[in-house]
């Protein structure tokens, strides 16, 4: 199953990929309609040691986010493994129980409604709109193994070079 793949060596801290976040998850589907509607960006690109981190939800196998939702509105769809609040039978409360779980910090709390804000992996797009965004290809949705094997080919090729 493909998952969101964060390569922070790429990533320069443009914040595109906010901006196309909040874009699609807006009515207007536009940056300009995103501001007017204060759509807030489901991904964070956080300052660490000078570098620009990318920061999502990594959609997990086990959840402890879904774990600790007392109202079940928080689920993973078994069929896209997506993990969400929204769309889901039972509503959420507003009651940051999988804030307090996120070993990520992946949640945040919605500006203007009482509800948990997270990514949902754009449901219902191919590709999400930050992988589509991002000028550096930073955030890549991949299969694990691919990522895995990129990135061992690499170290691989840095060792080589070394010897
Ligand atoms: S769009 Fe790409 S390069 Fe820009 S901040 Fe987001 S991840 Fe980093
Ligand atoms: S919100 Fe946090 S705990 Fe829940 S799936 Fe995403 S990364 Fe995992």
Known sequence: MKQL?????????????TLACAAAHSLSKTIVGA????VPSRIQVLPVKGKAVP????????PACVDACMTGAMRKDPATGIVTNEGNEQ???GCWMCIMACPYG?????PTKKVA????????????ACVE???NNAIQFVEV?????ERAKKAAAALSAET
């Open 5 to 17: 793949m964060i390569d922070v060596r790429r990533c320069n801290g443009c914040l595109t990929c």
């Open 35 to 38: 501001m007017a509607e204060k």
């Open 55 to 62: 920061l999502m939800c990594r959609h997990c196998e086990e």
């Open 91 to 93: 509503t959420c409360v």
């Open 106 to 110: 992946a949640i945040t709390q919605h």
């Open 117 to 128: 804000l997270k990514c949902d992996r754009c449901q219902g797009r191919e590709i999400p």
């Open 133 to 135: 965004a991002c000028p």
């Open 145 to 149: 193994d691919t990522f895995a094997g």
